[in-house]
């Protein structure tokens, strides 16, 4: 029959793979013309795939940052232009990153949620000595044996996730002689959140009764709701990322499991996603938008007059780096990374919209400042879809040095490569 | 006892699977042409309960929203899908990936990214309980729907003259034509019915999943596996696989092997595909195999 289509299995297998090859190379973009009175700023974040919606967070919050530091006069006079991408994958990231560096020169790069990505991304920054802060990345790798000292990190890392939660679990009684039974999500971020919960587990007595790693693209917990069930744990520990925690949180609702829930990776719009009712247990985040700040209270107000809906903590994230890279041009009038990176590793201070002022520890370039835990409302108690729960003090309290949480030199050291 | 369970609940899961997988298999089946953007029906399906619910509830997004779907499936079909029925399968490959992109960033710019809330309506939540096994009492209605879904869809193909048109078209498009029967409409109406059914998984996964602009893409890949180890053009193939895939998967986590859950069903592909290179049930189609 001469009109039949050529089609074969072994066709269609090359076609599919063709695709797949075409869809990870970036789409080229309009070379931009150099400019002498603009500071470009580089933006890299997952904007789709499953740490997608977070990453739109942070967009919508550099945005904001870089149109109020421009309201102001911009820095040194010249005007902040932002060149934001998707980053998609670690290779992407790494590419776009080299692109925006050599290419667009590019004073410094801001964001990434994806730890694996930050790694990535770090690699090119040190090898072109361009800074770049990461504001969402939270393994203690990057700090420790992938530390690099042209990346500098706003988003805390696993331990101080770990030992904020963890100080709320020891008040709650959920550690000494109790069992944990913990979903780990993997892939790197996972990994190193299950090796300092297990760390913190070991050190204060507790033990885990189950500990099962979830592929990143699995959506059904049911499997697992009914281990969990099966071990009646004191606490289940949720180590998942992104949307999975949103799932996660529906299905055990449905389930009608009543264990204590906890977490050591979190972040507000997945429990807004999951609603009231479903949302449960205690997770630490690194801010959040009911914190009593003047400053917090500007942002969430400025944020929420904009979008139409109030931040989660991955926007003060890439809204903080975005305003410490601005002040920071500033005060120092250059925009050259070494000179940047020997002023942040001195100590400056920086608002960070909480309670105290932060700074970054010049060994291993982590910003120290204050941590939450928050604490699911019951539903009968929640007023509307975004004041679903209720926040803990500040950890570090008001008399501790506010490197308490972060990991020790004997925990995770750093030794910058040359 | 607990990997009775599992084995209990990887059965009932694969059921999600075989409300998309069967679209899927329709479509190709008749057409040649993979539908990538399959996943993105689902997504909308997602979404238009979440715009329907607060006026007609949860009952009339599952009766509306499927529709609009369908609607949306023949409008596709009628534009877009007719025009690469005949020609190198790269082409409608291309279509319906960029279809899926376009689906996705469509969903983003009017929905946002950030997952969108939504729960199980009051009236079917709950749990079951028999002997040790729990189960929600809403996958237990949304099994039900499943089953009859695809029971009514088993018995349109092959008990009705619509099925018999639509399976002679599946194994010899030119032969019905030489009869004198144009496939054109079932064409459309099978693209509807399966689309519909994609629209239709995304109203019964809206409650317990995340609703957000790329969950299609979280279902879209097990569903392709399943149609690839059943065989093409093979109702009861795509059933049988569907059981399977969420059977391993189920029992990979139950026996702590959680992390090889998703690699399993690949796995389970290579070897379905190395005995039976046209998958469990696949039938020779002189159409597709020169």
């Not at chain 2, 075989?18 to 029906?41: C, D, E, K, P, R």
């Amino acid at each position: 029959m001469p009109d039949t289509p050529q089609f074969t299995r072994r066709r269609l297998l090359q076609s599919a793979g063709g695709l797949a090859l075409a869809s990870s190379i970036a789409a080229p973009s309009v070379l931009l013309a150099q400019s002498a009175d603009v500071i470009r700023i580089g933006h890299l974040t997952p904007r789709t795939g499953f740490l997608g919606p977070l990453g739109e967070y942070g967009v919508m919050a550099i945005d904001l940052a870089v149109e109020e530091i421009n309201a102001k006069g911009g820095v040194m006079g010249r005007k902040i232009e932002l060149l934001k991408e998707d980053s998609v994958n670690p290779q992407t990231a790494s590419t776009k990153a080299e692109r925006m560096i050599e290419r667009d020169k590019v004073a410094c790069i801001i964001g990434e949620i994806s730890s694996a990505s930050c790694l990535t991304i770090a690699q090119v920054a040190q090898r072109t000595k361009t800074l770049f802060i990461n504001t969402g990345g939270n393994s203690d790798a990057l700090r420790g044996s992938d530390c690099k000292r042209y990346m500098f990190h706003v988003e805390s890392q696993n331990s101080m996730y770990v030992k904020t939660a963890g100080r709320a679990h020891l008040r709650d009684g959920l550690v000494k002689g109790k069992k944990w039974y913990s979903l780990t999500a993997d892939y790197a971020f996972g990994h190193d959140l299950l090796k300092v919960s297990k760390r913190f587990m070991e050190a204060n007595g507790g033990q885990f009764v189950g500990d099962d790693l979830v592929p990143t693209d699995a959506a059904d917990f049911s499997s697992y709701l009914l281990k969990i069930r099966d071990a009646k744990p004191d606490l289940v520990v949720i180590n998942l990322a992104g949307n999975q925690i949103t799932n996660f949180l529906k299905q055990y609702a449905e389930f009608g499991l009543t264990f204590p829930v906890g977490g050591f990776g979190f972040d507000t719009a997945l429990a807004w996603a999951a609603g009231k009712g479903n949302f449960v247990g205690t997770w630490p985040v690194v801010w959040h938008h009911l914190i009593e700040t003047p400053g917090t209270k500007a942002f969430v107000g400025a944020f929420t007059k904009k979008y139409g809906k109030p931040p989660e903590n991955q926007a003060w994230g890439d809204y903080i780096a975005m305003k410490i890279v601005a002040q920071t041009i500033n005060d120092l009038k250059s925009a050259e990374s070494p000179k940047f990176i020997e002023h942040l590793e001195k100590g400056a201070k920086f608002d960070l919209l909480k309670t105290r002022e932060g700074y970054f520890r010049a060994s291993d370039h982590q910003l120290m400042h204050e941590m939450y835990t928050v604490t699911a409302l019951p539903a009968d108690k929640v007023k509307n879809q975004w004041d679903i729960f209720t926040s803990g003090d500040p950890v570090p309290g008001p008399d501790e040095s506010l490197e308490v949480i972060a990991a020790t030199k004997e925990e995770n050291s750093c030794t910058f490569p040359a | 006892m607990l990997l009775m369970q599992q084995i209990l609940n990887g059965l009932l899961d694969g059921v999600y699977y075989l409300l998309i997988a069967l679209g899927l298999s329709l479509i190709f089946s008749l057409g040649g042409i993979v539908n990538l953007a399959h996943g993105a029906f689902f997504a909308i399906g997602a979404y238009l309960t979440l715009v329907i619910s607060p006026y007609l509830g949860f009952g009339g997004a599952l009766v509306l929203s499927p529709v609009l779907v369908a609607l949306l499936g023949i409008l596709i079909e009628r534009t877009l899908f007719r025009r690469f029925y005949r020609s190198d399968p790269i082409l409608s490959l291309l279509l319906t990936f960029g279809l899926a992109m376009v689906a996705e960033q469509a969903l983003r710019m009017i929905f946002g990214a950030p997952p969108l809330s939504y729960s199980i309506p009051q009236a079917l939540r709950g749990q079951v309980v028999i002997g040790n096994f729990i189960y929600s009492f809403y996958r237990v209605v949304l099994i039900g729907i499943a089953v009859a879904c695809v029971a009514g869809l088993w018995f349109l193909l092959q008990k009705t003259p619509f099925g018999r048109v639509v399976r002679a078209g599946v194994q010899n498009p030119d032969m019905v034509g030489a009869l004198g029967i144009s496939l054109q409409p079932y064409m459309a109406a099978v693209a509807a019915l399966g689309i519909g059914l994609a629209g239709l998984a995304g109203v019964l996964l809206a409650p317990i999943y995340a609703v957000h602009p790329a969950m299609g893409n979280e279902i879209i890949t097990p569903a392709f596996v399943v149609v690839v180890i059943g065989g093409l053009g093979s109702f009861w193939g795509v059933v049988v696989a569907a059981l399977l895939v969420g059977l391993v998967k189920g029992v990979m986590v139950g026996i702590g092997y959680s992390a090889a859950s998703t690699a399993a069903i690949y796995f389970l592909m290579l070897l379905v595909l190395l005995v039976r290179p046209r998958g469990l049930f696949g039938e020779r189609m002189t159409r597709l195999e020169q």
